[in-house]
């Protein structure tokens, strides 16, 4: 007795505009740092902006370190955005020449910065006495955040070579 057996097949597709996070990049090594270098450079922000005298323009180390804050915290949001919205990007930009750059003048310029705005806080305590600590404050957050761009740089070497 023979049969006879039908195959139907159905093909569907469906689009969708939903905009997946990529969540997984923020539990690696890089994805961390960006965040808490993200976090610290709006704690420096939020203290210097804060406590900036507007009218006063001889305070050229408080404007650098605000200016280098801003900078650098508004680059590494982009990058960090860019990261979790697209799982394709955080796998192709560690691997170009842009991170490594990109986290190395980081690294020198917010370290220049918030030596030179500590040196300035310290050396002009009076001039800041109602200023001076969270001025302080900000400086050193700065130097630790300088420290996070010098891992991210490391990082970003290794992953440039292939490491």
């Known amino acids: 007795m023979s049969h006879s ?3 139907t097949r159905t093909t569907t597709t469906t689009t969708t505009s939903a905009i997946i996070i990529n969540t997984g990049y923020l539990k690696t090594w890089p994805g961390l740092l960006k965040f808490a270098e993200l976090i610290l450079g709006i704690v420096t922000v939020g203290l210097v902006a804060y406590y900036y005298q507007k009218y006063n323009i001889t305070q050229t180390p408080e404007t650098f370190f605000l200016l280098t804050a801003v900078t650098f915290m508004i680059g590494t949001f982009l990058i960090l955005l860019a990261c979790l919205i697209s799982i394709s990007t955080s796998s192709i930009l560690s691997k170009t020449i842009y991170e490594l750059v990109y986290h190395g003048f980081a690294f020198l310029l917010l370290l220049a910065a918030s030596l030179t705005f500590i040196i300035e806080v310290n050396h002009k305590k009076r001039s800041y006495s109602y200023d001076y600590e969270p001025y302080f404050a ?5 130097l630790i955040n300088s420290g996070l761009y010098l891992l991210s740089t490391i990082f970003a070497q290794r992953s440039y070579r292939g490491l």
């Open 5 to 7: 057996v039908t195959v």
């Open 138 to 142: 900000a400086a050193i957050i700065g």
